[in-house]
DNA sequence: ATGACGATTTACT
DNA sequence: GTAAATCGTCATA
């Protein structure tokens, strides 16, 4: 699979969160597993303005300072605590723009992410859509993506991470869009329609679109 | 130094 | 439906 052109990721948030519904995303494990997932689910956040952004106010921080990087790298942080969300940074070096991405269809290495997420036992459950990679956190955990992977660049192959192109960008009919989750702190932007996702696919997260 | 909180998930009533 | 888990980050001092 060809990588995804750095060019593409130069875009801002809103357009590239559209544009990676259906690509797909390639981990390699240091042991030599490689896991593969196609995007299903994607949130864009816009920087300065945007008030459910890191970057609002165009804010810098230790953290924030990832979301500054040129598009295509990974911004990935802690949540609660206890969970990572992965986005690729998008815009031009300087502006805090990064789209989240949300959920994932497992394509390559189900066995390896059912066990990185702790579905593994042999106690019969069925493992339903969604389970293994249907929310920022789930997709995380299946893809043992952690801080360390943190500024990673995702448009090169020989990255632990990266970005592939696969099949052509699916009809804008096929995209569904709404409000974003997860943000009531952002006053007027939790309306915003910035949230994408391949309209009523089985391994999104909830509410489905 | 301290306190409040979160771009979530899971288990339980 | 509600609540707990759990800690790095950020603002305030």
Redesign the pocket.
Known sequence: MAPLPPLECSATAEPLARSLLGRYLVRALPDGDVLVLRIVET?A?LGHVDP????YGD?R????DT?YLAGGHA?V???????H?L?VVSGPEGVGE?V?IRAGAPVAGVDRMTRL?GLAGTNGRAVRPGDLAG?????CQALAID?SLDRVNLTDPQSPLWLAVGEPEPDEGKIARGP????G?SGEAVHWPLRFALRGHPEM?RPRL
């Open positions: 949130e956040y459910a952004a890191h970057t804010r921080t230790s953290r924030t979301m911004y942080y802690l949540i609660y605590g206890m969970h969300c986005n990064a989240l997420r929310g920022p956190g789930r997709l801080r974003r989750i997860g943000i702190y997260s």
